[in-house]
């Protein structure tokens, strides 16, 4: 069961396992990584993270907490731009 109602994103014990994370949805892509910190980077197209470059970062304390937190940052960046930017890999660079 995900934390998120819009994302298939698994579950703290993950990250907390020292796994990495790559999803996307609608366009929206995104990687989360795990170090002493979660560290979430977004992209758009259909190439690979290695290969794209992120224009969105944001890093979240490697808790229980920090982790509710990126979720919610996720689905609010969704939310905000799903009708417009994200939609057909349209992204507008901030």
């Not at 819009?6 to 999803?23: C, K, L, R, S, T």
Request: without cysteine; glycine residues 6%; negative net charge.
């Amino acid at each position: 069961m995900s934390i998120s109602n819009i994302f298939d994103i698994p579950q703290y014990y993950y990250f907390e396992a020292g796994n990495d994370y790559v999803g996307s949805l609608n366009g929206l892509n995104f990687k989360i990584k795990h170090s002493d910190v979660l560290t979430i980077y977004l992209y758009h197209g259909a190439k690979s993270y290695e290969l794209s470059e992120p224009y969105a970062k944001e890093t979240f304390s490697n808790d229980v907490q920090g982790y509710s937190e990126l979720v919610q940052w996720l689905e609010s960046e969704y939310l905000t731009h799903k009708q417009t930017e994200f939609y057909g890999n349209r992204i507008k660079l901030r």
